[in-house]
């Protein structure tokens, strides 16, 4: 994939041009420039054409102002489930990302080879929001009770490889979920046949972690730099260990490239191991939901609730927006095409309120914690089009 051009900040507009949009007045936050500034963003043809401040309002075919609110590049949620109406795990994306600022949702593997053409046909192409994959390396995918990988004839190495060289313009790595539930004693083979397909196809891998019969160490052991895990901050089977710490073999793996991601979902996230995490200096490598049928109604909600969680344990807002922007988009290879409003690339924009107040918030161990602020959506645009009822 080319890299695209990186026009100066104001654009390559003239004076007598006219712009689509402009989203004007708001605070422009955009971790990728190192930018955080009140300033106008003008969107032609789908790009963004200009970042200025006071753009002409005459200039526009439409002004949405923003004044007091945060003008951010879309979110892109790194771990979603979106095969709804096959998998019980599904739920309705453009509902719970594109209508909470998340343009881009990259789908967890809900769908294994076998499956995946029907979750292009009948979930990716109809979709407003953009949606990317991570292939499971079961065929079934998470369709069936007990887990996927029970079954090891269903870990075919072969198929997941053919599925992702056909559907490469979407899926963005391979899959597995490891825990006792899932796997039973299957785990370590089911993480080597993940990564034999995973370097086959040059991306990444993603692993569940959660309560393991195989000890997390020798699965850590499988993963290479950019591989990530997912559910980190989990009071058991993350990067805390029994003794409330973070083990050597986990900081070792930080410092050869492996991601920690959230991924938040029903029993994905702890306060308190984030806390711990943070006071040893391993913060996430990106702030995902995993929304699911199951987490739709707490302790997840959404991205931006997640989000508010951790603002509230004290992330500064930029790091919290570039882990929702840029830095997911780097763990998927897509930084060159999204998590950026830099001038001339795709005009994905969200714009949030962060509202004061005193607000209850919930971690996957039901904790309850009380925040002072929130950051709530108000609006987003894919391709320089804003969403339905904008």
């Known amino acids: 994939m080319a890299p695209l051009a990186a ?3 104001a654009g390559q507009q003239t004076a007598a041009d006219k712009f689509d949009l402009i989203v004007r007045g708001g605070r422009v936050i955009d971790p990728s420039q190192s930018l955080d500034r009140i300033a106008d963003v ?13 753009l002409d309002p005459g200039r526009a075919r439409r002004v949405i102002n923003v004044p007091g609110s945060l003008v951010t590049p879309g979110l892109i949620d790194l771990h979603v489930h979106g095969f709804q109406g096959v998998s019980h795990w599904g739920v309705d994306l453009d509902r719970f990302c594109l209508g909470r600022g998340v343009t881009t949702a990259v789908d967890a593997g809900t769908s294994g080879a076998d499956s995946f053409e029907g979750f292009r046909r009948y979930i990716v192409n109809p979709a407003k929001t953009r949606v990317l994959a991570f292939l499971n390396i079961s065929r079934i995918g998470l369709i069936a009770r007990p887990g996927e990988l029970t079954d090891m004839r269903m870990v075919d190495v072969a198929a997941a490889v053919e599925a992702a ?9 391979i899959k597995v979920r490891c825990s006792g539930s899932l796997a039973g004693p299957n785990e370590l083979e089911a993480v080597r046949r993940t990564r034999a397909a995973a370097d086959k196809i040059g991306k990444p891998i993603m692993m569940h972690v959660g309560r393991h019969e195989t000890p997390l160490e020798y699965l850590v052991e499988e993963l290479r730099p950019g591989d990530m895990m997912t559910h980190s901050f989990r009071t058991e089977g993350g990067v805390i ?4 710490r973070v083990p050597g073999y986990i900081k070792r793996a930080a410092e050869r490239g492996v991601r920690f991601d959230i991924g938040h979902g029903n029993g994905g996230f702890s306060f308190a191991a984030m806390e711990q995490a943070l006071k040893e200096g391993l913060p996430p490598s990106s702030i ?8 739709t109604m707490g302790p997840v909600f959404d991205l931006p609730t997640t989000m508010s969680k ?6 500064p807002l930029p790091k919290v927006i570039e882990l929702t922007t840029i ?6 290879h897509w930084e ?5 409003i830099a001038p001339g690339r795709i005009a994905d924009i969200a714009v949030f309120d962060l509202v004061k107040g005193k607000f209850p918030l919930i971690d996957s161990s039901r904790e309850v914690r009380e925040a002072s602020e929130k950051l709530v959506p108000v609006l987003a645009l894919r391709d320089g089009k804003l969403t339905p009822g904008a």
């Open 241 to 244: 260990g029994p003794d409330g």
């Open 327 to 332: 830095e997911p988009a780097r763990a998927i």
């Open 42 to 54: 003008a969107v032609s043809d789908g790009k963004i054409a200009a970042i200025t401040p006071e």
């Open 288 to 295: 995902s939901s995993d929304i699911h049928s199951y987490s």
């Open 310 to 315: 951790m603002l509230m344990l004290g992330l």
């Open 336 to 340: 060159r095409l999204l998590g950026s």
């Open 7 to 9: 026009p100066n900040l």
């Open 165 to 173: 060289i056909k559907h490469a313009d979407l899926i963005v790595g």
